[in-house]
């Protein structure tokens, strides 16, 4: 059974950088062919994908975001991370970690984390 844990601050200043982090359990982020993505939802609203990194270390960003999104990972933890740069109140919404494979719908989510960007 794949577990994903997502982690981070709930509460983020504007101008900054947003940082999530994934944790895996129970399979390996190197896997082939699985895609570890970042979604989120802000409130009243619908699921964004925001972007992925493949089992081979391949990035892939949603276009609109793309110029504040970075996604990394450690291997050695089993554990992919989320950075977002400079955070809006806009970009408040509920954060998930998912796996995800070709063109297959998401099979594994993680709960969500609720982020805040205010001061």
């Known amino acids: 059974q794949v577990q994903l844990q997502e982690s981070g601050p709930g509460l983020v200043k504007p101008s900054q950088t947003l940082s999530l982090t994934c944790t895996v359990s129970?399979?390996?982020?190197?896997?082939?062919?699985?895609?570890w993505s970042w979604i989120r939802q802000p409130p009243g609203k619908g699921l964004e994908w925001m972007g992925a990194?493949?089992?081979?270390?391949?990035?892939y960003y949603s276009p609109s975001l793309k110029s504040r999104t970075s996604i990394s990972r450690d291997t050695s933890k089993n554990q992919f991370t989320l950075q977002l740069s400079s955070v809006t109140p806009e970009d408040t919404a509920v954060y998930y970690c998912a796996r995800g494979r070709g063109l297959d719908p998401f099979d594994y989510w993680g709960q969500g984390t609720q982020v805040t960007v205010s001061s």
């Open positions: 990194i493949a089992y081979s270390g391949s990035t």
């Open positions: 129970g399979g390996s982020i190197t896997t082939n062919y699985y895609y």
